[in-house]
């Protein structure tokens, strides 16, 4: 059988565009997923829910972003096989990362249930607030195998070469997590804890339902339950592809807050979260490519059509440059408008705006950050992604914070600036690295011909 989206042939564009318009509005959709929760707990709940769903919302979503990360190994060593021409080999790639992953969200369940308030400590979650917090996690702990299978559906299916069934997923999980929220919360009045009901409840039907849908569709492999074991061969290739990104997703989310802690003490906590908000917004169509282009270029490099991902990425770059564009002028001219989405506080707004001033500096550096990291995720060199993803983080975002807050009355610009300056070094890796892989491929040419 051939996969349900075979990228070695044909047009590139064309097929990356159609690939990467649903994985936006999968990741639009799933932005808008945390935003309904605090909507409707901020609207029928007290100011503590909001506080412990808020807290409690970030630690979970830290979790699934690590988990997603790993996952993307099935992605890029699914892609490769079908490439290939070893589709036979998908229901194994399949088979061990369920295994994998049932035994990791059964330790996972194990570890936030029993050590919730410990986590909800580090955190610094507030004491009027604490008790929801904890309520909040524990609740969604609980149901750690929904969010897995649910994310580990979304790999599998990138990795086919079919981006739409991750979007059904959520879009099935976004509409019951809303009436979930005004069930609970707004008729039953349960608080933070009808939001996490709600939340498990919305990936639990959204996993049941997609499993019926996949079992009534044509498979471009072989699957059955004899699959569903640990390879051993296949369990190594996994973690060398998705284990580096995952710990880089890690690193990289403590970094963030460490400057979260850096602003704190500079007293404009709510300025900057109000600002991380609209940034996620604003970097959905580049993060978009980014898991578009490891699919697309993981098939073309087991199919050893390298001429065919380089065009890929530079399509992927050009178009996510555009549209990089557009959310660059928005967030350096239009920043009042945008914070005031979320936002009442004049003060607020005003010093969001400034942060996002420097912010719409990233929104082009970031066409060709995350087109370069979904490439070379695609390449199978996940390892390069990692360090260079580790570098900017600590060896300049952090530091640039830090030093940038030491100086008397500075504006939420300047420390803005540090994600920009992390950026350019990123991006001065990736191009460093490409022309080096070049030349060595062009010598091992040379030496076989």
Do not use: W
């Amino acid at each position: 059988m051939e996969s349900l989206h075979d990228f070695t042939k044909g047009k590139i564009l064309g097929p990356l565009l159609k690939f990467a318009y649903p994985v936006f509005l999968a990741l639009f959709l799933q932005a808008m997923y945390g935003a309904v929760d605090l909507l409707v707990v901020g609207k029928f709940a007290t100011t503590a829910d909001v506080s412990g769903v808020a807290t409690g919302s970030q630690i979970m979503q830290s979790l699934t972003f690590v988990l997603t990360s790993f996952s993307i190994g099935i992605t890029i060593l699914l892609g490769q096989k079908i490439g290939e021409g070893k589709s036979e080999l998908g229901g194994k790639v399949i088979g061990t990362g369920v295994a994998l992953f049932a035994i990791i969200a059964a330790v996972c369940t194990i570890v936030f249930v029993a050590f919730t308030p410990e986590i909800s400590a580090l955190m610094q979650a507030p004491e009027e607030a604490f008790s929801q917090t904890v309520s909040y996690v524990r609740i969604c702990s609980a149901g750690t195998i929904f969010i897995i299978a649910f994310n580990l559906l979304g790999s599998i299916f990138r990795g086919m070469g079919d981006s739409k069934m991750p979007l059904i997923t959520v879009a099935i999980a976004c509409v019951v997590n809303i009436f979930g929220d005004l069930l609970l919360v707004a008729v039953f009045k349960m608080g933070a804890d009808g939001a996490a009901y709600a939340t498990v409840l919305a990936q639990a039907v959204s996993v049941v339902l997609s499993l019926i849908i996949i079992s009534r569709r044509a498979m471009p492999f072989a699957f059955s339950r004899a699959d569903i074991r640990i390879d051993k061969d296949i369990a190594l290739q996994l973690f060398k592809l998705g284990a580096p990104v995952a710990l880089q997703e890690l690193l990289v989310s403590l970094s963030f807050l460490v400057i979260f802690a850096i602003v704190n003490s500079l007293g404009l906590t709510q300025s900057a979260g109000v600002a991380e908000k609209i940034c996620g917004f604003l970097m959905l169509v580049a993060s978009a490519y980014m898991q578009s282009l490891s699919a697309f270029v993981a098939q073309n490099i087991g199919a050893k059509r390298s001429d065919r991902a380089k065009l890929a990425l530079k399509y992927g770059i050009l178009t996510s440059l555009a549209a990089g564009a557009v959310m660059g002028y928005l967030s350096f001219f239009h920043g009042e408008a945008l914070a005031g989405i979320f936002s009442n506080d004049q003060e607020v707004i005003r010093m969001a705006s400034d942060y996002l001033k420097a912010y719409s500096i990233d929104c082009i550096l970031t066409a060709f950050l995350f087109c370069f990291c979904g490439y070379y995720s695609g390449c199978g060199r996940t390892t390069f992604t990692m360090v260079q993803g580790i570098a900017g983080a600590f060896l300049v975002r952090i530091p640039f914070s830090y030093f940038m807050s030491r100086i008397p009355g500075i504006s939420l610009f300047y420390i803005g600036l540090a994600t920009p300056a992390s950026t350019v070094i990123q991006i001065a890796l990736c191009l460093i690295y490409f022309v080096y892989t070049e030349k060595k491929v062009k010598k091992t040419e040379m030496a076989e011909a």
